[in-house]
């Protein structure tokens, strides 16, 4: 998947690691010839379980406009339940992708117009030896394996690279075994 310009927004929780799982990413797409690479963090208030979201904008030029996204090509939700919460595909663009962590099978969710990629990202961490609520790593490897955008041994160096001495190993595991139990549906 090569773009000249793509904007990714990342909705978590505090402390699931959406901000981490998108540096590793921002790092990745640099070190893949993407010089233009913005990582814009939100915070509501700042506290553990509070919704949060980043914005992370590539591209292969320059990039001067560091506003939070609002016409995303690329949604990836680390915690389903902020579906019911909040409008988090508020401007994803026709024909856009949704990454979602959650434990429903894809004929769970509708949403036309849509690339849709769901796994239970949570559980399989949880295999992968990560302690339960630890989803950023895994969250990649979906990430991965629905666009496709990037190289995915890369990723996972990256992901060795930012969890060095903090169960590097598993993570990487995490988003292996993600990558492998993501089911994608087309638009």
């Given at each position: 998947m090569e773009h000249e310009h793509l904007e990714i927004r990342w909705h978590g929780r505090g402390g699931q690691g959406a901000i981490?799982?998108?540096?590793?990413?921002?790092?990745?797409t640099f070190e893949s010839g993407y010089p233009g690479v913005a990582m814009v963090p939100t915070f509501g208030t700042e506290r553990r379980g509070a919704p949060v979201f980043t914005s992370l904008k590539v591209s292969k030029t320059k990039i001067y406009d560091l506003s939070p996204i609002s016409r995303p090509d690329i949604i990836v939700v680390l915690d389903h339940l902020l579906l019911e919460e909040t409008d988090i595909l508020h401007g994803?663009?026709?024909?856009?992708?949704?990454?979602i962590n959650t434990p429903k099978p894809l004929e769970a969710y509708n949403f036309d117009g849509t690339r849709l990629a769901v796994a239970d990202v949570t559980a399989?961490?949880?295999?992968?030896?990560?302690?339960?609520?630890?989803?950023?790593a895994g969250i990649i490897g979906s990430f991965a394996r629905a666009t496709d955008f990037l190289d995915f041994a890369l990723l996972i160096r990256n992901i060795e690279e930012e969890f060095q001495g903090r169960r590097a190993s598993e993570n990487a595991q995490a988003a292996r075994l993600?990558?492998?139990?993501?089911?994608?549906?087309?638009?």
């Open positions: 981490t799982a998108a540096k590793i990413v921002a790092k990745a994803l663009k026709p024909g856009g992708i949704l990454v399989v961490s949880c295999r992968a030896g990560l302690p339960e609520g630890m989803v950023n993600c990558y492998e139990n993501t089911t994608v549906m087309g638009y």
